[in-house]
């Protein structure tokens, strides 16, 4: 048996597994817009996020908070704001970072090459995704071509192109809850890339809804330059391949 063979297997098994795994009602919270329910350790909110408020004699329910509140909350308290709703964000693994800041250069490197207009950023950054004062995301990667977006050191609408990279943590959010909410936004491409398959799924929303997957050792064309721009996986992949056998 090949050793990717074997490895997806095992990965097959763990999600199978993961799926198994109730969920208990009154520790979730529903979105019914989305149609979607995350679980919490606390029906109200996490409570991380309530012990930061707290100072802030800020006190409310799922599906209540504003960005004010989201700006109240201490620098080094990671979350996302969505719908009203606070996520809790944790660190990265090193190979989800490694994905991350590889995919953006090759973005950049593109940019500057065609001495574009466009810039790309990659995570932290605040996207106040809807305009409004209910949503504030932070993506692991986009680009963004529009500059009348970038206000007071964040992105105000819809990015051009984002990029999630899972994890355990996120997995479900990024491909439920913020696809649904980026193309609704006018996000034009969204990517997830997958580091425990090794695949990655791009979704061009102005041409269809039914996504494209890649493996790691293939080449991804960027969709909103008509695949000039293409993102070795493979060259990606060899760099960060050391970083699995440490996991």
């Known amino acids: ?17 993961e799926e198994k795994e109730p969920l208990q009602k009154k520790n979730e919270w529903e979105n019914t817009e989305y149609g979607y329910s995350w679980p919490w350790n606390d029906p109200e909110t996490p409570s991380i996020v309530s012990e930061a408020l707290a ?5 409310k329910r799922q599906g209540e908070y504003t960005v004010e509140d989201y ?17 809790v964000m944790y660190a990265p693994t090193y190979i989800h ?18 001495h574009g207009s466009c810039y790309t950023f990659v995570s932290p950054i605040d996207v106040q995704l ?35 990279i899972l994890s355990k943590s996120t997995s479900k959010k990024d491909r439920g809850l913020k696809l649904a909410k980026y193309k609704r936004a006018g996000v034009r491409e969204y990517w997830i890339v997958d580091p425990d398959w090794r695949q990655i799924r791009v979704y061009e929303f ?16 960027v969709g909103i330059y008509d695949g000039d721009c293409k993102v070795d996986f493979s060259q990606i992949y060899e760099r960060v ?7």
């Open 71 to 87: 700006m109240a909350l201490p620098d080094d308290q990671r979350v996302e704001l969505i719908d009203g709703v606070f996520f």
């Open 1 to 17: 048996m090949t050793e990717r063979k074997e490895f997806k297997e095992r990965i097959s098994v763990q999600k199978m597994n």
């Open 130 to 164: 809807d305009c409004d004062d209910r949503t504030m995301v932070q993506p692991d990667v986009v680009i963004i071509c529009d500059p009348s977006k970038l206000k007071k050191g964040r992105i105000f609408g819809a990015p051009d192109l984002i990029v999630e």
């Open 241 to 247: 391949r050391p970083l699995y056998e440490t996991m």
């Open 206 to 221: 102005e041409k269809s809804d039914t996504p494209r997957e890649y493996e790691f050792e293939e080449t991804v064309p």
């Open 97 to 114: 970072q490694d994905i991350g800041s590889r995919i953006c250069q090759s973005f950049r490197d593109y940019i500057d090459r065609k």
């Open 55 to 59: 100072e802030y004699q800020v006190r």
